[in-house]
Nanobody, 120 residues
Framework: QVRLVESGGGLVQPGGSLRLSCLAG????????MAWYRQAPGKERELVAS????????????NYSDSVKGRFTISRDYARSTVYLQMNNLELEDSARYYC?????????WGRGTQVTVSS
């Protein structure tokens, strides 16, 4: 059973920073593809950042949407079984509910999300 629990969302001013955390149970965060998605009201869920399996490779592949490149960083901690999303220089358009995602054994798993609101 995979369980993903997000935390770290909140209200922040434009230009501010937040770090989201995803505590993962039932999945090895370094051996499976992990990602963050977001969904704003009236919009489709979109990929924000992903990090591939570290199995048999010294460097894990990361991927970012064009809108967050250079501002967001995805990382993970095997010992804490946690995936992070460091978000810097936040913009109004970053406001959304952020979801943690894991792919294990050919199946997709989602957390319930954490709300990020960027507002002045």
């Amino acid at each position: 059973q995979v369980r993903l629990v997000e935390s770290g969302g909140g209200l922040v001013q434009p230009g501010g920073s937040l770090r989201l955390s995803c505590l993962a149970g039932g999945v090895i965060v370094t051996r499976n593809t992990m990602a963050w998605y977001r969904q704003a009201p009236g919009k489709e869920r979109e990929l924000v950042a992903s990090i591939g399996s570290a199995f048999n490779t010294p460097v894990s592949a990361t991927n970012y949407s064009d809108s967050v490149k250079g501002r967001f960083t995805i990382s993970r901690d095997y010992a804490r079984s946690t995936v992070y999303l460091q978000m810097n220089n936040l913009e109004l358009e970053d406001s959304a509910r952020y979801y943690c995602y894991a792919r294990r054994g050919g199946a997709d798993f989602w957390g319930r999300g954490t709300q990020v609101t960027v507002s002045s």
